[in-house]
């Protein structure tokens, strides 16, 4: 269980660089006690992406921990984002700059930037955040769905009707990102709240992972591995590779279980256990 | 940079460079690409630059546009498309614009903002409704193999011996929270590797450990309840 959520999380992850990068430019974070996971993509120059990215996974986690706990829990007000929520916009907001202001400094990292998933449980909620082509999906009850929108050229295009998703397969631009950190002094965040439930399945990615590998594929290991989180991350990771490993794949994985029913079943256990021994 | 190869009954009439956002092929002199004769629209056909594609567009021609034998009325171009108007053929030259996969690095796009609107809040609701785009690739759908389609006989159940057929990257068997193994399907074969239980696998008697085990042809795979054959399908 953590600090601010009455579930209980399990996690999981697995980066690889891929069949055909020399660098691994992905970054990802967990901090178990605050119920975070984090996840970048980082670009731009020789290595100086994977310096973007790993700032960005470190700062937002360090601005987000400072934050949250100078902040009681407060109860949830509806028809707001809650407190926590605009803590993650801020973290991001906060972290954007300092990236941006490392690339003006240093010529080394002039135009290095990095995209940037995360989810925050708290309270029996999820605030989800990104910006870029990072994703999160969901699996809820063997149903796979995604809840980030891309901000990608592609993806712009395809909201305004100006190409169909057919038409998609063929476009060249699915590598441009319209948002990205570490670019322009400010940045627009994409917030959102989901209400969780107990066996829930939380799936963050770069995309190396769903350039690759199908959204029905991502779903059938998400689902039929679920007994075994780190088996799932790595067959996502080698299914990304055996496909062509064109780019950076990483997968961070968290299952959500009901707090209370694993403490229980816990203390069953061993009282199980006691009555062995005896 | 894209190029365009403009010729006219197999002879080359010109070279092109598209250096333009808005790139206009017709009969009009002021043209981008300016040709000759009766059949060919004032304004023809248009070609846009969108991020790393050139869309090209039929500007409502009288005699149409073609992309490899096939009539369109707008089509992003593939490297080495040839585009036919009225008895002339322009080929697209891009070594970028493969149709297979072109991973170049992600890039940050800063010059193109196709959404004016100003953004308030954003709202809870703002992911539903859109369309969502799938990305994998066609050539990223299945498996690179050659390797033959193989399954799994099962040897338990009272109709022993019925076939299951694995042609997508893994299936799993036995009982969840008890045991379960997965078969997966690679490259270069088809592997089975333990996913939870108590006792590890055991492929012909011996236990496989954690680690994936490559299977041969009438491997006997057994896990608690689950016992099961390993066969390639021979292609007929």
Redesign the interface.
Same mark, same amino acid.
């Given at each position: 269980m953590t600090a601010r959520s009455p579930f209980h999380l399990v996690v999981a992850s697995a980066t690889d660089p891929g069949v055909?990068r020399r660098f691994n430019e992905d970054s990802i974070a967990t901090d178990s006690d605050l119920g975070l996971l984090v996840l970048a993509?980082g670009?731009?120059g020789y290595k100086a992406?994977d310096v973007a990215s790993s700032i960005a996974t470190g700062l937002v986690t360090d601005y987000l921990k400072r934050m949250l706990n100078d902040m009681a829990p407060s109860p949830i007000q509806s028809a707001k984002?809650s407190r926590e929520s605009m803590a993650v916009k801020l973290a991001i907001e906060k972290t954007n700059l300092a990236i941006y202001k490392t690339a003006q400094t240093d010529s080394k990292y002039n135009?290095m930037?990095t995209?940037i998933v995360l989810v925050l449980f708290h309270h029996g909620l999820a605030t989800i955040a990104h910006v870029g082509?990072s994703r999160l999906y969901r699996l809820r009850q063997g149903q796979l769905e995604? @809840?980030?929108?891309?901000h990608? *050229?592609?993806?712009? &295009?395809?909201? %305004?009707g100006?190409?169909s998703?057919d038409?998609?397969?063929?476009?060249?631009?699915?590598?441009?990102?319209?948002r990205?950190l570490g670019?322009e002094t400010t940045i627009?965040?994409?917030?959102?709240?989901h209400n969780v439930q107990a066996n829930d399945i939380y799936l963050l990615c770069s995309?190396g992972l769903?350039?690759?590998?199908?959204?029905a594929?991502i779903e059938?290991?998400l689902s039929? @591995?679920?007994?075994?989180l780190p *088996?799932a991350a790595s &067959?996502l990771v %080698?299914?990304a590779n055996?496909?062509?490993g064109?780019?950076n794949v990483s997968v961070l994985i968290t299952q959500v279980s009901n707090g209370e029913i694993m403490k229980r079943s816990f203390i069953q256990k061993f009282f199980g256990w006691l009555k062995s021994l005896g | 940079m894209a190029k365009l190869i403009v010729s006219c009954e197999d002879a080359i009439v010109g070279h092109y460079f598209l250096d333009k956002a808005r790139f206009v092929i017709g009969r009009k002199h002021d043209n981008d690409i300016a040709l000759e004769g009766a059949s060919v629209s004032n304004i023809h056909a248009i070609i846009l630059t969108i991020g790393n594609d050139h869309v090209l567009e039929d500007a409502e021609s009288t005699n149409g546009v073609s992309v490899n034998g096939a009539k369109i009325t707008r089509h992003i171009l593939q490297n080495n498309d040839v585009i036919e108007l009225s008895g002339y053929q322009v080929k697209y030259v891009n070594q970028r614009a493969m149709s297979d996969m072109d991973f170049d690095k992600t890039m940050i796009m800063k010059s193109v903002h196709l959404d004016s609107e100003t953004e308030a809040l954003p709202r809870k609701d703002a992911m539903s409704g859109k369309p969502q785009l799938a990305t994998a690739t066609l050539s990223a759908r299945s498996v690179k193999t050659n390797f033959p389609l193989g399954g799994v006989k099962d040897m338990k159940t009272t109709q022993a011996g019925e076939e299951i057929l694995i042609s997508r990257p893994l299936k799993t068997f036995g009982q969840a929270g008890v045991q379960v193994i997965m078969v997966s399907r690679r490259p270069q074969g088809y592997y089975v590797t333990h996913v939870e239980g108590k006792r590890h696998p055991r492929v012909n008697g011996k236990s496989i450990g954690s680690q994936p085990f490559l299977l041969r042809e009438n491997d006997l795979i057994e896990a608690e309840d689950v016992k099961l054959k390993f066969f390639i399908k021979q292609s007929d």
């Open positions: 055909v993509d670009m731009g992406g984002l135009g930037g995209t082509d995604l @809840l980030t929108h891309d990608s *050229l592609l993806q712009d &295009q395809m909201e %305004q100006l190409i998703s038409e998609a397969k063929l476009s060249h631009n699915r590598n441009l990102v319209s990205a670019v627009q965040v994409d917030v959102c709240e995309d769903n350039d690759m590998v199908d959204d594929d059938l290991a039929e @591995l679920r007994g075994n *088996l &067959q %080698q299914m055996d496909n062509g064109h780019d | -």
